[in-house]
């Protein structure tokens, strides 16, 4: 027995030794967040791609009676985390504080069979007075998959705020070798309960419920300063002032599940990139540091700040065969929706459906193996014909214009890794601007490069990686971490409202 109570008190001694939070007379929570370096194997496995759930795993769209689509990542460019504790006496888990997602997962003490449940910290029911079973079974949206789980209760510690009877994800199998390079142990969605696996009451919701916050917000500041022991702070309950300069612009969340708005044009220098002016919607996700975003544009930032891309000769065979038949179609006012049906490269009966197109051909994937998909041909030719329409409003010559679209086909994004960039050149590329609610957010090379360290060298690469959503829910940006390093960032529960503001 004597050893039984050590135990329990080395436990209270850790998990107060190692917790790191700032509570102050305003009564507001903080959490300091802790900051990883990015390594190579890691930023180059990170995976941010489409996937389709059924109704009975989550709810986006009520209006759609069948499926989702949605979008997974394997959080391998995670960089952000802090901890909290789960049971009584608390045990210590480091977390992701994930806008993208809207669970509470960590591994549990039943995944034995799984090597990387060895190398992170696992709860375990029977040590906690206030565990309450549920079983329930459940798979977490992970990668290209799921993990399996099953579902828990017991209180939450997070910061000195402790949530009653909270539900969660206790993770019985990381099977996938991802997880082996994962430096934390769980997932802490911040997420609406609409997406919520389960329709399982978010740990943000209870807060809320159960009194402990006074307003209905919680922020977010991340430190860009690689050389600063805190790595950022999320702020339950308000804003931290020193974090900002200026005032926020607050846009309304367009769509319950996700911190989901609406952004508006994409310009790159002074140039429009085209898709977004009618407004595109846009995923805040603090769970990935990467931005994703579609093809067509992602593709001429490639080319505006020289990043390595994934040369596709089937895009620049369209050009050579049939970039001449495409320029008369465009400039005699055809509509451009039909030019590739009329040049024989799409069906007539088309799907508006627009799928990972260029990492189905790097896998050599069959196309036949859904009827909604289009051929590759089709979908290059679709961004074919919508590069030249860009070029056109902006009164540029023919032959430049189609040498333009040639070289775009060479920096098509790599879809099995990041970009490389050209270190040396980061001072000369532009600003990458999104307009958000009429106003303008820039972003410099420096915000939008990562700087990874490899031995006694530095390997660049660039920050966006493409992510195509077909309509409804696209085309979809998610604006992670890089972005958010730059704008300090409200989510306002109470208002269904997000605010920006410039970053202190």
Known sequence: MGFKYLLIVMCLWSWFGSLTLTTSDDGLMRISLKKRSLDINSLNSARIKEGVHHRGLWSINKNQMNTD??????????????EIGIGSPPQSFKVVFDTGSSNLWVPSSKCILSIACYIHSKYRSKLSSTYTKIGTPCKIPFGRGHIPGFFSQDNVKVGNI???DQEFAEITKEGSLEFL??????????????????QVTPVWYNMIEQGHIAQKIFS????????????????????DWRHFRGDHTYVPVTQKGYWQI?????????????LCQGGCAAIVDSGTSLIAGPTRVVTQINHAIGAEGYVSYECKNIIHNYGDSIWEFITSGLRPEIICVDIGLCSRNRSHKMNDVIETVVHNESWSESRTRESPLCTFCDMIVFWIQVQLKQRNTREKILKYVDELCEKLPNPVGQSFIDCNSI???PQITFTIGNKSFPLSPEQYILRVEEGCSTVCYGGFVALDVPPPQGPLWVLGDLFLGAYHTVFDYGNLRIGFAEAA
Request: hydrophobic share 50%.
């Open 69 to 82: 689509v949605v979008y997974l990542k394997n959080y391998l460019d995670a960089q952000y985390f802090g």
């Open 162 to 164: 402790i949530i009653k």
């Open 181 to 198: 390079a994962i430096h934390f142990d769980g997932i802490l969605g911040l997420g609406f309960q609409d997406v919520s696996v389960g």
């Open 220 to 239: 977010l500041w991340l430190n860009p300063d690689p050389m600063s022991k805190i790595g950022g702070e999320i702020v339950f309950g308000g804003i």
């Open 262 to 274: 609406e952004v508006g044009d994409i310009v790159l220098a002074n140039n429009s990139t085209g």
């Open 427 to 429: 001072a000369a590329m």
